[in-house]
């Protein structure tokens, strides 16, 4: 699985990101896995058509020392379609914004 890695964190880092993301996002599925939904302004042509899949999400998994950002674009709707698939250009570039505007919310230098 392609993903993006932040580690390293302190404690008070993973504290203040928990804290960011169950007030932006809602609590944890299973204690750690928050999704960010992406916007719809940069969804490929086959996600746009697929209504019945939307929204689309970046699955982001917390942990006490790292963070970790999964980058294939999903649904929660379903296990296997075809407008599920590994983040366009344009799409990374939006989580990569995305996460640098999150961490300086919070106050992290990274």
């Known amino acids: 699985m392609k993903q993006?890695?932040?580690?390293?964190?302190?404690f008070q880092d993973y504290e203040n990101i928990k804290s960011y993301?169950?007030?932006?996002?809602?609590s944890a599925d299973l204690e750690r896995i928050y999704w960010i939904t992406?916007?719809?302004?940069?969804?490929?042509?086959?996600?746009?058509?697929?209504?019945q899949c939307h929204p689309y999400y970046f699955a982001v998994e917390l942990e006490e020392t790292?963070?970790?950002?999964e980058l294939l674009v999903r649904t929660?709707?379903?296990?296997?379609?075809?407008?599920i698939g590994y983040a366009t250009s344009d799409q990374l570039k939006?989580?990569?914004?995305?996460?640098d505007y999150m961490?300086?919310?919070?106050?992290?230098?990274?």
């Not at 993006?4 to 302190?10: A, G, N, Q, S, T």
């Open 103 to 110: 961490f300086n919310e919070i106050g992290i230098i990274i």
């Open 76 to 83: 929660r709707n379903r296990i296997r379609c075809e407008c």
């Open 38 to 51: 992406l916007d719809e302004k940069i969804l490929t042509e086959t996600q746009a058509e697929h209504t």
């Open 94 to 99: 939006w989580l990569m914004n995305y996460i």
């Open 66 to 69: 790292r963070i970790s950002f």
């Open 4 to 10: 993006y890695v932040i580690d390293e964190l302190r």
């Open 21 to 26: 993301l169950d007030k932006k996002f809602g």
